[in-house]
């Protein structure tokens, strides 16, 4: 008798959609649970080298809320790569005008740092209003 483990392979995941509304939400927690959803930590089949996840449309990312003094003490970061070519954009602007980045950066942070969290991305929509293009693939709340 032998006995083998199971290895999820590219073609075993079930790959569902979940629509998330991000209206009064805290940041980190949603990011959190839609992190999850990315990485399919939340099915059986989970296996931490191989895309198991499922897609998810985040909505309303213009109402997310954050707690404490976030909203003017928070800031984004990024450099040009030149010298003196940093560049800061506080929490408040950042909602204002992209709010779909504030959950992306977010939930990429808790993504892997390679190229399977690269991929697991990619199965991230996010939209700054109620309205979304995915209806076809029949999206189901997630609570």
């Given at each position: 008798m032998?006995?083998?483990s199971?290895?999820?392979?590219?073609?075993?995941a079930?790959?569902?959609?979940?629509?998330v509304?991000?209206?009064?939400?805290?940041?980190g927690?949603?990011?959190?649970?839609?992190?999850?959803?990315?990485?399919?930590?939340?099915?059986?089949?989970?296996s931490?080298?191989?895309?198991?996840?499922?897609?998810?449309?985040v909505?309303n990312?213009?109402?997310?809320?954050?707690?404490?003094?976030?909203?003017?003490?928070?800031?984004?970061?990024?450099h040009?790569?030149?010298?003196?070519?940093?560049?800061?954009?506080?929490?408040?602007?950042m909602l204002?005008?992209?709010?779909e980045?504030?959950?992306?950066?977010?939930?990429r942070?808790?993504?892997?740092k390679?190229?399977?969290?690269?991929?697991?991305?990619?199965?991230?929509?996010?939209?700054?209003?109620?309205?979304?293009?995915?209806?076809?693939?029949r999206?189901?709340?997630?609570t």
């Amino acid at each position: 008798m032998s006995f083998r483990s199971f290895t999820p392979r590219p073609g075993d995941a079930d790959e569902r959609w979940w629509v998330v509304d991000a209206e009064d939400q805290i940041l980190g927690r949603l990011a959190t649970r839609v992190a999850v959803k990315l990485r399919g930590k939340d099915k059986p089949v989970y296996s931490p080298h191989a895309d198991t996840g499922d897609y998810v449309i985040v909505v309303n990312a213009e109402k997310i809320q954050v707690t404490g003094r976030k909203l003017t003490d928070k800031l984004y970061y990024r450099h040009s790569g030149y010298p003196g070519g940093l560049k800061v954009t506080p929490f408040k602007d950042m909602l204002a005008k992209h709010p779909e980045r504030v959950i992306e950066f977010a939930v990429r942070g808790m993504l892997p740092k390679n190229a399977l969290g690269r991929k697991l991305f990619r199965k991230l929509r996010v939209y700054a209003g109620p309205d979304h293009p995915h209806q076809a693939q029949r999206p189901q709340p997630l609570t």
